[in-house]
């Protein structure tokens, strides 16, 4: 029997052709990793990545360790969703780690108490107004302002001046890394109210990650806007000429990629319980591997949320294996470098592949 039938208008459809989803790729890559890990484990440490083999502990699989997987990847995921939209109109943000910074500073500053053990915090950014012990609405207020004004700012530069987006996003980088500076003039800010830290507790980044991942999922497989995201990364000029305002949209993209730096910057200092002026830094680098490790193009018009939080957790499970493995921490960035790399190369191996299969 042929592997070629008939498709629309009487055109063959060559079922050979037909490729898998990129997610699969990236979860297969996934389960190898952990794979090798859990093997390296058996035979350099005589003990298991994966599962429990500890007797005092129920369950099969070592809950600590998966917890911390997902949880030290899940702030840069946030900043990674807002990146991935970026990335599909065919633009690029470096300036998501240092709006993190700048943002944790202002945010953390309307969020601190006014006594510390029973006695003035006089090193209350905004003590001698009274600004303290605000309701914690305010200072996620004040955050999530901050990060999509930066966000607005870069979308107007790249929409209506015409300034690339390389060149525009690592101008806020720089300015937004001298904000978080200039706004205490470095010293740090800490002492946040109770309901200010208890968005950083626990679990909770992790399932802010996972609400906002399923929210953007959504938003862009069934809505117009993520129709229009991916119709512009397809073919600006296209997207253009079908009546699509692509500079209004592209403002809208960055400003939710910065409203999203903004909500990690608010989850990492409520979590650090502090935050300074060097918070974020190569955070933006990482969401972007995140992004494309989970098969987003860096041409544009292609790429899945689901594909950016398997990107995220093969960086989570990497950090955890070289700790379980006992490997210095430089090699972590060693191997994410190599990880960025080969994921640029798989994905112009990806478009030739599709140019001759067209």
């Known amino acids: ?21 990129g997610e699969v790729g990236v979860a297969i890559a996934l389960v190898l990793i952990v794979v090798a890990f859990e093997l390296l484990g058996r035979i350099l440490m005589n003990d298991s990545f994966l599962f ?22 899940s702030i840069i995921g946030i900043i990674a969703l807002g990146v991935t939209q970026v990335i599909i109109t065919g633009g690029i943000d470096l300036s998501s780690g240092s709006i993190v910074g700048m943002t944790a500073m202002i945010a953390m500053s309307f969020a601190q108490v006014g006594e510390v053990n029973g006695m003035e915090n006089t090193r209350a950014v905004f003590f001698d107004r009274g600004w ?10 004040v955050g999530l302002i901050c990060g999509t004004l930066a966000g607005l700012i870069n979308g107007f530069l790249i929409a209506y001046t015409g300034i690339p987006p390389f060149i525009a996003t690592l101008g806020m980088m720089v300015s937004a890394r001298g904000v978080a500076k200039w706004w205490t003039e470095g010293q740090p800010v800490s002492f946040p109210t109770e309901s200010y830290a208890a968005i950083g507790g626990g679990m909770m980044p992790v399932f802010l990650f996972i609400f906002l991942a399923i929210l953007f999922h959504l938003i862009l497989k069934y809505t117009v806007y993520g129709k229009h995201t991916y119709a512009i990364g397809s073919n600006e000029a296209a997207a253009r000429m079908s009546g699509i305002n692509v500079a209004r949209h592209k403002v809208l993209v960055y400003a939710i990629a910065g409203a999203l730096a903004g909500i990690a910057a608010i989850v990492l200092s409520a979590k650090n319980l502090t935050a300074q002026a060097g918070m974020g830094v190569m955070y933006e680098l990482d969401a972007i591997a995140m992004a494309v490790i989970g098969g987003i193009s860096l041409a544009g018009g292609r790429g ?55």
């Open 304 to 358: 899945t949320i689901l594909g950016t939080v398997l990107g995220a957790l093969i960086f989570g499970v990497i950090i955890s294996g070289f700790t379980f493995l006992r490997l210095d921490a430089y090699y972590q960035e060693m191997v994410k470098g190599a990880i960025i790399v080969g994921a640029v190369v798989l994905d112009q191996w990806r478009q030739r592949r599709s140019a001759s299969r067209s």
């Open 132 to 141: 303290v012990d605000l309701p914690v609405i305010l200072p996620i207020i």
């Open 52 to 73: 429990n083999t500890r007797e005092n502990v129920d369950g099969i699989f070592n809950i600590a360790r998966l917890q911390i997987i997902i949880l030290q990847v």
């Open 1 to 21: 029997m042929s592997d070629t039938s008939q498709g629309v208008g009487g055109l063959d459809f060559d079922k050979s052709k037909r490729a898998l989803p």
